[in-house]
Nanobody
Framework: QVQLVESGGGLVQAGGSLRLSCVGS????????MGWYRQAPGKQRELVAD???????NYADSVKGRFTISRDNGKNTVYLQMNSLKPEDTAVYYC???????????WGQGTQVTVSS
């Protein structure tokens, strides 16, 4: 069982930046992939970015060039640096983790990101 706790959300103006953090605890030895999803009101949850233990990354097209995902394996922590934020980035951001990209059942409680125009 892996527990994930996010932090770093908030309200920012368009063009601004935020950094999200997510710390894993519990059975963290099994974590291969960590990532971030987001869900806006009335929309499905979507993958924002993920990163493997070895550092291989994957980004949604909508955030490429603006967001950067990174992780500290020793601290079981994943980060999401979000720059040039847009109002359409407004959503609840969820941390996610699992063994592989095909099996990642652990979720955080979510953190709200609101970008004002």
């Amino acid at each position: 069982q892996v527990q994930l706790v996010e932090s770093g959300g908030g309200l920012v103006q368009a063009g601004g930046s935020l950094r999200l953090s997510c710390v894993g605890s519990g059975s963290t030895w099994g974590i291969g992939v960590m990532g971030w999803y987001r869900q806006a009101p009335g929309k499905q949850r979507e993958l924002v970015a993920d990163i493997s233990r070895g550092g291989s990354t994957n980004y949604a097209d909508s955030v490429k060039g603006r967001f950067t995902i990174s992780r500290d394996n020793g601290k079981n922590t994943v980060y999401l640096q979000m720059n040039s934020l847009k109002p359409e980035d407004t959503a609840v951001y969820y941390c996610n983790a699992g063994i592989t990209r095909s099996f990642r059942p652990s979720w955080g409680q979510g953190t709200q990101v609101t970008v004002s125009s």
